[in-house]
């Protein structure tokens, strides 16, 4: 068994990823246990979109839900590779189904990549909408409560305040942290 180059560990796109592994298929079939352990740690992003996929669908989204969330929490726990019971890993498809599948997808993701960055320079380039609401209604009662002179509804206002500020920390620290973990 390979694993995908060095080059393609680092910061490589999704597409080129995919490619390598596609290049690495065994010849008769592949198992989800072959697959995790060539993607390594993206295979986390590869199960949680099939995931986020099925969950999306109407009927029948709360056992991939569940799912995702048990995945998720092993990302977060900073597992190198996903747990999955044995079964699952041991499940045989056909390699010509993976390379067909593959190569749609890779033309797919190169689209979405280029997407994902125009969109990216877009958002950085314009404010959020509604971003401004909240804190605007945090200044509003904080008026009311000073005008009306209202002790209760100054404190529950200075509540809020802490509240709006934790949330916007914590997405700031969140922000830097992708960052960073992208970038490592």
């Not at 529950?156 to 916007?168: D, H, S, T």
Request: proline share 6%.
């Amino acid at each position: 068994m390979q694993d995908i180059p060095t080059a393609a560990q680092g910061r490589a796109p999704s597409s080129r990823v995919l490619q390598d592994i596609l290049r690495q298929a065994p010849a008769e079939y592949v198992t989800l246990g072959w697959l995790t352990s060539t993607l390594h740690r993206h295979s986390f992003g590869i199960i949680m979109l099939c995931l986020g996929v099925l969950a999306a669908t109407p009927v029948g989204s709360s056992v991939p839900g569940l799912i995702l969330a048990v995945i998720a929490v092993q990302l977060i726990a900073g597992r190198r590779e996903p747990v999955v019971p044995a079964f699952v890993l041991a499940r045989r498809v056909p390699t010509k189904r993976l390379l067909r599948l593959g190569y749609r997808a890779i033309h797919i993701l190169k689209y979405v990549e280029k997407a994902i960055q125009l969109l990216a320079v877009v958002l950085l380039l314009t404010p959020v909408p509604l971003s401004n609401v909240a804190p605007a209604m945090v200044i509003s009662l904080i008026s009311v409560a000073y005008v009306e002179e209202d002790g209760l509804l100054l404190a529950a206002a200075f509540l809020a305040a802490i509240i709006l500020i934790g949330l916007g920390s914590a997405a700031v620290w969140g922000t830097i942290i992708g960052a960073v973990l992208i970038s490592a």
